[in-house]
């Protein structure tokens, strides 16, 4: 999976390069943000941009990179559709992750 | 027009195939009159069962086949998956308890069989000749 990154002064910004993030997919997705977090990224904002589908196994990957995170720091997500959001708000986790509408909003509130 | 009342969509059981049957399963959605978002819940849900299929019932081996049978009949379009790999031991309503202020209570499985229970109209599992049946039902909207 193509994901680019780049780095600014309190934030690492990821962004997924495919439309899809499922079964196939998504642990590709989790061994890259284990290393991202590993290096020392511990606040990292998920640009889902590109992203018009997200399976359990694609939330499972963002949750555990949550998880692995930990008190060490936050994931945040932004630009997310409305079918991928719907899949927030039936599953609940739109109550876990700091969500904004888009990258620049979200650089704006996390850089203040 | 004339529509077939029934198609056959077949994958072997290869994670990366599953991107396929997504595809179709939208494009008939979007067909029959459901809107983007219910198309793409519709879309997940036979993903998530084509994925437990590949994942669960053949354990990620590769020598097995998938069926989606879709059938559209006046009410309802409606969604038959198919393998002969490793039965469900149950099938029982999935739920999703956690904390969302507590990040070691968040759930990193189970996902799948509750979204498909909670996008769904029906959900029907059986076992017929060998062959696990997972069946997906979804009301057409009145237009």
Request: glycine share 4%; aromatic share 10%; proline share 2%.
């Given at each position: 999976m193509?994901?680019?990154?780049?780095k600014?002064?309190?934030?690492?910004?990821?962004?997924?390069?495919?439309?899809?993030?499922d079964?196939?997919s998504?642990k590709?997705?989790k061994?890259k943000?284990v290393?991202?977090?590993?290096?020392?990224?511990?606040?990292?904002?998920i640009d889902?941009v590109?992203v018009d589908?997200i399976d359990?196994s694609?939330l499972?990957?963002?949750?555990?990179?949550?998880?692995?995170?930990?008190?060490?720091g936050?994931?945040?997500?932004?630009s997310?559709?409305?079918?991928?959001?719907s899949?927030?708000r039936?599953t609940?986790?739109?109550r876990?992750?700091k969500?904004f509408?888009?990258k620049?909003?979200?650089?704006?509130?996390?850089?203040? | 027009?004339?529509?077939?009342?029934?198609?056959?969509?077949?994958?072997?059981?290869?994670?990366?195939?599953?991107?396929?049957?997504?595809?179709?399963v939208r494009?008939?959605?979007?067909?029959?009159?459901f809107?983007e978002?219910?198309?793409?819940?519709?879309?997940l849900?036979?993903?998530e069962?084509?994925?437990?299929s590949?994942?669960h019932?053949?354990?990620?081996q590769p020598?097995g086949?998938?069926?989606v049978?879709?059938s559209?009949?006046?009410?309802?379009?409606?969604f038959d998956?198919?393998d002969?790999?490793?039965?469900?031991?149950?099938?029982?309503?999935?739920?999703?308890?956690?904390?969302?202020?507590?990040?070691?209570?968040l759930?990193?499985?189970?996902?799948?069989?509750?979204?498909?229970?909670?996008?769904?109209?029906?959900?029907?599992?059986?076992?017929i000749?060998?062959?696990?049946?997972?069946t997906l039902?979804?009301?057409?909207k009145?237009?």
């Amino acid at each position: 999976m193509i994901i680019e990154s780049n780095k600014t002064d309190k934030l690492l910004i990821v962004t997924p390069m495919e439309k899809r993030i499922d079964a196939y997919s998504a642990k590709d997705f989790k061994g890259k943000m284990v290393d991202w977090i590993n290096e020392g990224n511990f606040h990292i904002l998920i640009d889902l941009v590109n992203v018009d589908f997200i399976d359990s196994s694609g939330l499972n990957a963002i949750v555990s990179s949550l998880k692995t995170i930990g008190k060490n720091g936050d994931l945040y997500l932004c630009s997310i559709n409305e079918t991928i959001m719907s899949m927030f708000r039936l599953t609940r986790l739109n109550r876990v992750f700091k969500m904004f509408d888009s990258k620049d909003k979200a650089v704006e509130a996390l850089s203040s | 027009m004339i529509i077939p009342k029934t198609i056959k969509l077949t994958i072997d059981s290869y994670l990366e195939n599953v991107f396929w049957i997504g595809l179709a399963v939208r494009s008939f959605c979007s067909y029959f009159y459901f809107n983007e978002v219910e198309s793409c819940q519709i879309e997940l849900s036979v993903v998530e069962a084509v994925t437990n299929s590949i994942k669960h019932a053949y354990q990620m081996q590769p020598m097995g086949k998938v069926d989606v049978i879709v059938s559209i009949d006046d009410r309802s379009i409606i969604f038959d998956i198919c393998d002969k790999g490793k039965t469900m031991m149950t099938f029982e309503k999935a739920t999703l308890e956690f904390d969302p202020q507590d990040i070691e209570s968040l759930p990193e499985g189970g996902m799948g069989l509750y979204i498909i229970q909670n996008t769904m109209d029906e959900v029907i599992y059986k076992q017929i000749n060998g062959m696990n049946i997972l069946t997906l039902i979804k009301y057409l909207k009145k237009i």
